[in-house]
């Protein structure tokens, strides 16, 4: 009897998930999950790079302001308004960190690319708005 249970609820499982597999989010879904998995990324690289402890008082405070840029940026963003002049902004003060601060090589690789991947973003959404 649980063999036969066990086996009735792997084979609904199965079927649920090529279920959910088939008729998955819509590609319109899944663009602001991207879109936000940029703005976590970078944010999580910030928050890695601004661990490092002997960073000086300018470091902490570039940091602490490409923070507040991006929050300001990708909240407005999620409410589902693009504003250019706010994207411009973050991306120049993550700009600054990887240029003026102290950072270890691996730190400085990812917030360039963080950087770049901004810039590809900020370029594709002007072309649709």
Request: proline residues 2%.
């Amino acid at each position: 009897m649980s063999r036969l249970l066990t086996a009735v609820l792997m084979i609904g499982s199965l079927a649920g998930s090529s279920a959910f597999a088939q008729y998955g989010p819509s590609t319109y879904d899944r663009a602001p999950r991207r879109d936000r998995a940029l703005f976590d990324r970078t944010r999580m690289d910030l928050d890695r790079a601004a661990s490092y402890p002997y960073s000086s008082r300018a470091d902490r405070k570039r940091f602490d302001e490409a923070r507040r840029e991006l929050f300001d940026f990708s909240s407005r963003f999620d409410q589902g308004r693009y504003e250019r002049k706010e994207l411009d902004q973050a991306i120049n003060r993550l700009q600054k960190v990887v240029d003026m601060n102290s950072l270890d090589g691996r730190d400085r690789a990812a917030l360039a690319e963080d950087v770049r991947m901004m810039r590809d973003f900020r370029n594709y959404h002007s072309q649709r708005y």
